[in-house]
């Protein structure tokens, strides 16, 4: 399958075709990994991650790929295994890339980006299911309140929108904790 009809695979639908197509990547991401410290399966992790950043980012709108998929796949996994290593303490003195592509320039802002998802991700994740369930069918179902109400079994529309709000100031306060956490973590 070619770069453009993957992309075209994954903006239809069709992720399981797209994602069997991107298989053939995961051998020179494995090189990479065991090369600088790392094993096969960290490595298949590295994998799966980089096809999720992938996936999202071909599906935004507007998003045109500047270099082939293979290369745009494995500069995110180097990324993603560069910030792996940071993140052990591990020296990148001897990082080794001989012959492999440079990334593509707007990678590090893709990165950034998704690493605040990622943090936003952790701390919905923390919340209560009840909160979960309110801010899923308010915020993606685009429930009205009333509906959100008789559903969960509040007494009311004030109720749902007061949960709502609080639900939601929940998760803005654990994504700053985690967001000052993981800064002072990388300092």
Same mark, same amino acid.
Not at 5 to 34: C, N, S
Not at 145 to 160: N, P, S, W, Y
């Given at each position: 399958?070619? =770069?453009? &009809?993957?992309?075209? #695979?994954?903006?239809?639908?069709?992720? @399981?075709?797209? *994602?069997?197509?991107?298989?053939?990547?995961?051998?020179?991401?494995?090189?990479?990994? !065991? $090369? %600088?410290?790392?094993?096969? =399966? &960290?490595?298949?992790?590295?994998?799966?991650?980089?096809?999720?950043?992938? @996936?999202?980012?071909?599906?935004? /709108?507007? *998003?045109?790929?500047?270099?082939?998929?293979?290369? *745009?796949?494995? $500069?995110?996994?180097? %990324?993603?295994?560069?910030?792996?290593?940071?993140?052990? =303490?591990?020296?990148?003195?001897?990082?080794?890339? +001989?012959?492999?592509?440079? &990334?593509? $320039?707007?990678?590090?802002?893709?990165?950034?980006?998704?690493?605040?998802?990622?943090?936003?991700?952790? #701390?919905?994740?923390?919340?209560? /299911? !009840?909160?979960?369930?309110?801010?899923?069918?308010?915020?993606?179902?685009?429930?009205?309140?009333?509906?959100?109400?008789?559903?969960?079994?509040?007494?009311? +529309?004030?109720? $749902?929108?007061?949960?709502?709000? !609080?639900?939601?100031? &929940? #998760?803005?306060?654990?994504?700053?904790?985690?967001?000052?956490? %993981?800064?002072?973590?990388?300092?």
């Amino acid at each position: 399958m070619s =770069d453009p &009809e993957i992309l075209q #695979a994954i903006r239809d639908g069709r992720d @399981h075709a797209a *994602f069997t197509a991107l298989y053939v990547h995961l051998p020179k991401v494995i090189r990479l990994v !065991k $090369a %600088n410290s790392g094993g096969r =399966d &960290e490595a298949k992790d590295i994998f799966q991650d980089a096809l999720v950043i992938f @996936h999202r980012k071909a599906r935004t /709108e507007g *998003f045109t790929l500047t270099s082939s998929i293979s290369t *745009f796949l494995f $500069a995110i996994c180097r %990324n993603l295994w560069r910030e792996e290593l940071r993140r052990r =303490d591990r020296s990148l003195t001897d990082w080794k890339l +001989e012959g492999l592509p440079d &990334e593509p $320039a707007d990678l590090t802002a893709l990165l950034a980006r998704e690493g605040e998802y990622r943090t936003a991700e952790q #701390a919905l994740r923390s919340l209560g /299911e !009840k909160c979960l369930e309110v801010l899923k069918r308010f915020y993606i179902l685009h429930e009205p309140l009333t509906q959100i109400a008789r559903a969960l079994g509040f007494a009311g +529309e004030g109720a $749902a929108k007061t949960r709502k709000y !609080k639900c939601l100031e &929940e #998760a803005r306060r654990r994504y700053r904790q985690l967001v000052d956490t %993981n800064t002072i973590q990388h300092a």
